[in-house]
């Protein structure tokens, strides 16, 4: 089991940057890749960034690439979203997940809104 809790999400104006932080516990040395998904009331949830464990190649969805960032620290089991230029669309409830061999975890969201 890997339990997940989000943080960091708040109100910025458009043009602003918000940290978002994702840290894991439990089953942690088996989880192969973090994600970080976005989410709008009555849309479906839409992949934003994600990282491999030990190579730590990442992969961004278009509308976020070079302005968004995936990082992670391993000395505090802790994944990143620095999310830079926001803009107005970005508005949403973000949710890291953690997938293992066996399954996938997904935390309890947390909602960023920006402001126009």
């Known amino acids: 089991q890997v339990h997940l809790v989000e943080s960091g999400g708040g109100l910025v104006p458009s043009g602003g940057a918000l940290r978002l932080s994702c840290t894991a516990s439990?089953?942690?040395?088996?989880?192969?890749?973090f994600r970080w998904f976005r989410q709008t009331p009555g849309n479906q949830r839409e992949f934003v960034a994600r990282i491999t464990s030990g190579s730590d190649m990442t992969n961004y969805a278009d509308s976020v690439k070079g302005r968004f960032t995936i990082s992670r620290d391993n000395t505090k089991n802790t994944v990143y979203l620095q999310m830079n230029s926001l803009k107005p669309e970005d508005t949403a409830v973000y949710y890291c997940?953690?997938?293992?061999?066996?399954?996938?975890?997904w935390g309890q969201g947390t909602q960023v809104t920006v402001s126009s």
């Open positions: 997940t953690a997938d293992t061999i066996d399954d996938d975890y």
């Open positions: 439990g089953s942690i040395f088996d989880i192969k890749t």
